[in-house]
């Protein structure tokens, strides 16, 4: 079962679009749906969690960047949260860190 949330932030008017590799692999139905409701609501930033995600397809950084545009238009941006090493490659190749922001993983520390 492939499972995605999407969380609001009504003070900060911030969704919080969690996604995970099984429901990238069923296709982008659900994330679509995901970032559609999230501009529906109002917001002018969405942050999607990439944690849980180990590659990307450009139809699925296509839908970031219509998120985005819609969420520049109010002032707002798409950030990309938490991409592995392999997705944070990606975006770097395709030019998109410069568009959109990235939030890089927090490095864990070892005792």
């Known amino acids: 079962m492939t499972t995605a949330t ?7 008017d911030e969704r919080v679009v ?3 590799q099984p ?6 139905a659900d994330v679509r749906w995901l970032l559609h409701q999230a501009v529906l609501a109002g917001s002018r930033r969405i ?5 849980r995600v180990t590659s990307l397809a450009s139809p699925a950084l296509a839908s970031f960047l219509w998120a ?6 109010r ?3 798409v950030v990309l949260r938490s991409p592995d090493r ?7 190749r395709t030019g998109l860190t410069h ?3 990235v939030q890089p993983r927090r490095s864990r520390r070892v005792a």
């Open 23 to 28: 429901m990238l692999a069923d296709g982008l």
């Open 6 to 12: 999407l969380v609001a932030d009504p003070v900060d």
């Open 75 to 77: 002032g707002g941006a």
């Open 47 to 51: 942050v999607v969690d990439l944690s």
């Open 68 to 73: 985005h545009r819609i969420c520049r238009a």
């Open 99 to 101: 568009v959109l922001e």
């Open 86 to 92: 392999r997705v944070e490659d990606v975006l770097r």
């Open 18 to 20: 969690r996604l995970s």
